[in-house]
Structures are given as C-alpha cells and as structure tokens.
C-alpha cells in the first residue's frame, strides 16, 4: 500500500474549470459562444476574445460594450473499486461525489473602432470560476485513513471498526484583464497584438478524522485482557486489565494523532501575449489567434496545516510561502465562417492547447499523451430583423494517462451541445440568450491505491471519474 498521500490536494484548484475550454482556460466568455460555439471568426463584440483581429472589420465605427453573466453547474463523481474498504479480500465499491458551482459568473467587453483602427479590452474570469466540495472525502483521504489506522494499531484494528470523517472544497478563479489593438490593412486582411494580465486566486480546505465506532475500544479492551491472560496464566484478572490499558492507551492516542487538515489561500499572476489575424473575402471570413504561454506561480498563505509524522513529506509543499507551478498553456485558434444566406452563416473552429509544454505541480504535464484538441462547428439563422437562433456542437480530446489523473484533479475527454438565440430589440440593442451542456466520457484508472506490492494485488483495484457540466448565460450588448 502506498504511504499517505495529499499531493493532490493543491491540484484541487486547478482541476474544478466549469467552462468549454483547457484545464486551467475557459474559452465561453459571452453567451454568443454558448449559443452557437464556433465563434472563432466573429465579426462582433464577442471578438474582443475569440477573433480580436476581426473587429477591425466592423461595420460602424463607435463604442460597443457586452456585458454577460454566466451560471454553471458541475459533478465531479468517483465511482472507487477496491478491497482496501474492507481488508478481508472482499471487492466493494465506494461513490464518492463532488459538486462545483458558479452561480454567477460576469464578465465585460468593450470595442471602440475609428476608421481602420480598433481599440478593445475586456475583464472575464478566464480560468476556473466556481467552486468544488467533496462532503465525503475522496478514496484518497479513505486509503490513507486505512493505512494510518492499521499502522497505528499494529494491524489489530479493522476498517468495520472505525469511521472516518473527511471532506474537503476548493475553489478556483482566474480573472483576466485585456487590452489589445486592430488593424485593417486592407480591405482584405487586419491584425491585432495585445496581452491579457491574469490573476490567480484560489484556496482548498480539506481535513481527515478517524474515530472509533462505539463500543469497539470496549471490545478490543476485553480482547486484550484474554490474550495477555492467555500469556500469563498466573496473572490476576485485575493484574491484566491495567495491562491492556497501559498498552491500549498509546494505541488510541496514535489514532488520536492521525489528524490531518489543511486551510491554504493561493495567489499568483502571469501575463499572455496575443496575437491574431483576419483575412475577409466576400461571404468567406478567415481568422486565427495565438496565445502566448503564460508562465504563473501560486504561492501558499497556508492558515492550518496539521498532520502525522507519516505524512510530512507529502504535505511540505503545503507549507506558508511554498511556490508551485500553475502556466496557462499556448493556445492557437483557427476558424473559418461562411454566409450562405444574408440570414444564415456557419462556422468551424479548431484550438490547440501546448499542455505538456505548460508547467504544473511535479511536473505532471510530462505524463499527457499529448496537447488538448478542440473541434468546433457552429450555425446561426436570422428568422427575421427582431429573431436570431443558433445551435453548436464541441469535441474536446485532452491527451489523459494515468499518471495524470488523481482523485483531486481529472478530466474527461467530452463533446458539448450549446443553443440559444439573440433578440434584436433596437439597432443599438441586443440580448443574447443561451444554453450549453457537456456530454464526458468515463475515465477508468487502473491500480490507483497501489496495492501491487500486498496480498490483495490481483484484486480489482480501480476508479472510475465522470462528470457533468451545465451552463446557463445571458449577454446584453449595446451599440453608442
């Protein structure tokens, strides 16, 4: 069995994104993307972030301003397989649920253009945006109350015999200021160079408890009488009650000492240059934008951090003033749009995100497979001059391993559906209304527990990751 470990604990804050996007990007910052999702070839407001060389080809010049406010909703389950539950050879099953919310999620960009020139920012939580709770624990915290318990009693105690107490929420927000220019060189092709400045705040909080069920320290008290008058055939049965509890006492003060919790704050910051282009011919509109790779540390401002003995190498890097890498990776976006109709377009995409060239925590990028890949596809319909409808679909392929996911921190490959419609309530004012949920495929990890090494090695030993995801928007967007 493996020693106990909360490495993965301060994964938590990177592994709780609500949003379409990367592990530590989300790309949905306007409902105009969750109602038709391909908005890499934009021309309009939600440029500012999918297609910020676009906006050089607005169609008036003048300030446009979006303001839109996000609600997202997740699961984040742990179907865990293993006879460590039990000890005695047996297989069961443990479900373990996590939940992470973000009922509110705002966000504002903003585009002036004057001639061929356009200037625009935006503030949006790019990253995370929500929290996520365990309220009972995770196959992590229960193996290594397990193992704690046994070493601490010399193997006497079983796990019918105890209960352990655990649980533990993190959260995560990523805010992104950017600012950035347009430029229309000709009547064909326009650029852009800007930056984002990224903020990361973020905190878990998790803890572990092991107490005994009741009457069990009576049961193992009269135990111990017997054996030691087994031992001592001479000795009195007074002579052998202070016996048991002499040695019974340190034994339960060991249980007493397997306390483990943690109250840590992060913060961090990084920069990300972009850069993008635009290339218009008629009905057809080409586009691409580049992210540079933001290099980001997160540093501990730790508040509790109580443990045992056998858990201090794991939980150093937890300690006040600890820095641990945390890089929003490079993305590159290539889009293509196409106006069959002066009332119906449609869109592709494709993104790529340099995750194994992104630092994380010990290294773990180095285990993915590969980048994350994204395809998108997109179309949208003007019923008429007050009515717009729209409908995408999403595929994501993260490049997943074993070595990659953990209790606290995993992903599944996924494809998502997003629809909703724009209502055009004057020239200068819309409303973008939409819907957008995720589809995941299970993740099975195989020997998570690492009982190999143990009598049980050729057991099932197993965790199955899954998850859900629903995100509600709503956009107002207002032409001066």
Same mark, same amino acid.
């Given at each position: ?377 997109? =179309?949208?319909?003007?019923? +008429? !001059?007050? $009515?717009? @409808? %729209?409908?995408? &679909? ?69 965790? =199955?990751?899954?998850?859900? +995801? !629903?995100? $509600?928007? @709503? %956009?107002?967007? &207002?032409?001066?």
């Amino acid at each position: 069995m493996r020693k106990i470990s909360l490495i993965g604990l301060a994964m938590l804050i990177v592994s709780i994104p609500t949003f379409a996007g990367d592990y530590l990007t989300n790309t949905n910052q306007n409902a105009a993307f969750l109602r038709m999702i391909a908005r890499g070839a934009s021309i309009d407001v939600d440029g500012v972030y999918s297609n910020p060389a676009g906006l050089a080809f607005l169609p008036k010049d003048g300030l446009q301003v979006a303001l839109t406010i996000q609600s997202a909703y997740q699961t984040r389950d742990i179907a865990a397989t293993s006879p460590l539950w039990t000890m005695d050879g047996q297989t069961t099953v443990r479900n373990y649920e996590g939940k992470a919310s973000a009922p509110v999620i705002p966000s504002i960009h903003a585009v002036y253009k004057k001639g061929d020139w356009a200037f625009s920012g935006s503030f949006a939580i790019v990253g995370g945006g929500g929290k996520a709770s365990f309220d009972n624990g995770l196959p992590m915290f229960d193996a290594a109350a397990i193992s704690l318990a046994t070493s601490a009693s010399g193997g006497i105690l079983k796990p019918n015999m105890y209960n352990i107490n655990s649980a533990m929420e993190g959260r995560q927000y990523i805010y992104g200021f950017q600012l950035g220019a347009s430029y229309k060189i000709n009547k064909h092709f326009s650029v852009f160079a800007g930056a984002r400045m990224n903020y990361f705040t973020g905190g878990y909080k998790g803890y572990l408890n092991i107490a005994l069920k009741d009457g069990v320290a009576q049961q193992l008290g009269a135990a111990m009488v017997q054996q030691i008058m087994a031992a001592n055939p001479g000795m009195s049965l007074e002579q052998a009650t202070q016996t048991a509890q002499a040695q019974s006492g340190p034994l339960l003060q060991k249980l007493d000492n397997t306390k483990i919790e943690l109250d840590c704050d992060q913060t961090g910051w990084g920069l990300t240059p972009i850069i993008g282009v635009d290339a218009k011919f008629g009905k057809l509109n080409l586009a691409a934008k580049y992210e540079f790779k933001a290099n980001m540390n997160i540093e501990n401002d730790t508040h509790t951090r109580e443990f045992p003995d056998a858990a201090a190498d794991f939980m150093a890097p937890y300690a006040n003033g600890v820095n641990t890498p945390s890089d929003l990776p490079s993305m590159l976006s290539v889009a293509a749009s196409y106006e069959f109709l002066p009332s119906l377009r449609a869109s592709v995409e494709y993104h790529f995100f340099d995750d194994k060239n992104a630092g994380m925590a010990d290294g773990k990028q180095k285990t993915l497979k590969h980048g994350t890949h994204e395809y998108l596809a997109g =179309v949208e319909w003007d019923i +008429n !001059k007050l $009515f717009t @409808v %729209s409908g995408g &679909y999403q595929k994501t392929d993260y490049g997943l391993s074993d070595a990659f996911q953990s209790d606290t921190s995993f992903s599944c490959d996924s494809y998502s559906v997003g629809f909703g419609g724009r209502i055009n309530f004057t020239q200068a004012l819309s409303l973008d209304v939409a819907y957008f949920w995720t589809t995941y495929s299970d993740y099975t990890k195989e020997k998570p527990r690492g009982l190999e090494a143990t009598s049980m090695a050729s057991l099932v030993d197993k965790d =199955v990751y899954s998850r859900t +995801n !629903k995100v $509600f928007g @709503v %956009s107002v967007n &207002y032409k001066f």
